[in-house]
């Protein structure tokens, strides 16, 4: 024992004696060789680092303390930090701050802030970086709330600057609270600070997130205001959220806008165009900004391709599609699961049904793993054709590859079932979604119902239809629709009539058809004021009533008077 104490005294005598960064050497050499460091020997070795202001050394080394790759015996990490951070010649602001840092790293955020709280209990005052590390690893830790109470604590304090507001508004924009991102960006002008237009695009995302196009769109105004103005990236947030939300017009007049000031659209606003033509089948337009793109020297990504191959496959035009994948690889791309599935999915679509099996095995062959998507793309193409034998290949492969059928995969079973008179198995897959521990949702029931009203069985559809309340499910205008239908063909009018009033009631627009189906079997049973309401009804609708409605109104008329 007197022997380990005469040890540490001589080591504590060298350490004061040798420069920082030989003594470092001399410390760790010391630990190599089993010596248990002390309070003392910690603290010279600490202040020698401090000192000549080699903090990154000091924070490597309470780092291993922390993270436990130093230990002595002769404390604990606790008494040994309260030893240092107490010690009258450590008692220091980078003291704490690499203390603090290290905590953070070894993600014992509880302990950071304990630590943080004491340096300001001591009058010591943390650089802004720390302070904004804490923020920033709170909110990750999911702790948002306490966040906000140490960033409203710290109003007014030398170390709170602009990034600290834009991690709490970000971090407001991510846990949903938009009012309290508003509420920091006003305390930041409270303050006289004007906001950067980092700040504003992160708040503007934050809007379109959680579907508040309209405050968006008066930040926007804003910063125009003041005066900040918006870079790339503020503009492709904009585009994006106005198209998301389905404000195409306000999305396309940015875009105008966005050139007029002189910003050139980047790769994320051109695909967010092109993405747009696609979806609403204007491809051509959108070859016309990927011949811009080429123009303006923006580099094509894999996501510019597979949308436009996308629209491509929408029209049925498979074999420009796969020019396109061609193009794609000579441009050094390598197309990815989405290009294939798209393609697998557009030669499905056009019946091409041996390509899209090729396509399925290149898959294989260039090292891709299909996924249930691609396997409920080939199992819906092949139940359209009316191959169940095929269908039923592709679940049994999808099984063994370890590759669970999903609720989608199951509901398209149940239709392809039900297309085929086959309502037992159509009814054995149904319960197989439950024992999967799947819930059902609406397109379940709907392939159902519609199963059992093209055989006529509306007794079993109307079952259906009413346990749907069982699952929360409220019907939507195809089930209505499919349900009037089945009435219609077995000529209930009072039943077909009586849910076309129940889907106005629930704020849904019949389809012509279900209103002219319903009108001629109204008439057939001789009912022909209510056929005439119906068909003040359509109007009102902006639904044309055909000539045979109105001809079998007045045939019906001409019977009863």
Not at 166 to 171: E, S, T
Not at 190 to 219: H, S
Not at 283 to 310: C, P, Q
Not at 355 to 361: A, R, V
């Amino acid at each position: 024992m007197l022997q380990t104490q005469q040890g540490a005294a001589v080591l504590v005598s060298k350490l004061l004696k040798t420069p920082p960064l030989k003594a470092l050497t001399l410390f760790k050499s010391s630990i190599e060789q089993g010596f248990h460091q002390t309070h003392q020997s910690f603290s010279i070795i600490l202040d020698g680092l401090l000192s000549s202001n080699s903090i990154s050394v000091a924070q490597s080394l309470i780092l291993q303390l922390v993270s436990g790759k130093i230990t002595s015996p002769r404390f604990t990490v606790p008494s040994l930090l309260h030893y240092l951070t107490h010690s009258r010649f450590l008692n220091s602001a980078p003291l704490y701050e690499i203390v603090i840092n290290a905590h953070l790293q070894s993600q014992l955020i509880e302990q950071g802030l304990i630590f943080f709280n004491e340096m300001i209990d001591k009058g010591l005052v943390p650089s802004s970086n720390t302070f904004n590390s804490i923020l920033s690893c709170v909110i990750k830790n999911g702790s948002f709330e306490k966040a906000w109470l140490v960033f409203e604590e710290s109003m007014g304090k030398e170390f709170l600057d602009m990034y600290s507001f834009g991690i709490v508004i970000k971090g407001c924009c991510e846990f949903g609270d938009l009012n309290g991102a508003f509420e920091a960006l006003a305390k930041l002008k409270q303050m006289g600070w004007r906001p950067n237009v980092v700040i504003y695009t992160t708040i503007i995302d934050g809007c379109f997130k959680y579907g508040d196009a309209g405050r968006a769109k008066e930040l926007f105004s804003t910063m125009s205001v003041e005066g900040i103005i918006p870079n790339q990236y503020t503009y492709s947030v904009l585009l994006n959220g106005f198209f998301r939300q389905g404000l195409k017009t306000d999305g396309f007049e940015l875009y105008e806008k966005m050139k007029l000031d002189g910003v050139f659209p980047d790769i994320y606003t051109y695909n967010s165009l092109i993405n747009v033509y696609c979806s609403d089948g204007e491809v051509s337009k959108a070859f016309e900004l990927f011949d811009e793109m080429r123009h303006n020297g923006v580099v094509y990504n894999v996501v510019t391709y597979n949308t436009l191959i996308r629209g491509l496959c929408q029209e049925k035009r498979v074999l420009e599609a796969e020019k396109l994948v061609d193009q794609m690889k000579l441009a050094g791309l390598h197309p990815n699961l989405i290009t294939y599935n798209t393609l697998i999915d557009g030669c499905c679509s056009a019946g091409k049904l041996e390509k899209g099996l090729t396509l399925f095995n290149q898959i294989k062959s260039y090292g891709l793993t299909p996924t249930s998507i691609t396997y409920n793309t080939l199992i819906a193409g092949f139940s359209r054709a009316g191959n169940l034998s095929k269908v039923v290949d592709f679940v049994r492969e999808m099984e063994e590859r370890g590759i669970f059928p999903s609720k989608v995969t199951y509901t398209i079973l149940i239709d392809a079932f039900a297309r085929s008179n086959d309502m037992e198995k159509a009814l054995e897959v149904f319960s197989r979604i439950h024992k999967a521990g799947l819930s059902v949702d609406l397109c379940t029931y709907g392939a159902l119902i519609h199963g059992w009203c093209r055989q006529g069985n509306m007794k079993e559809a109307s079952k259906l239809f009413l346990s749907m309340s069982e699952y929360h499910l409220q019907p939507n205008y195809v089930v209505y629709n499919t349900m009037i239908f089945g009435y219609c063909k077995e000529s209930s009018s009072y039943r077909a009539l009586k849910l076309l009033k129940e889907m106005v009631e629930n704020g849904m627009i019949p389809n012509r058809a279900s209103y002219c189906l319903t009108i001629e079997v109204l008439c057939g049973d001789g009912k022909w004021k209510e056929a005439e309401v119906l068909v003040s009804g359509m109007m009102k609708f902006g639904l044309k009533p055909s000539v045979s409605s109105r001809d079998l109104i007045q045939k019906a008329k001409n019977v009863t008077t």
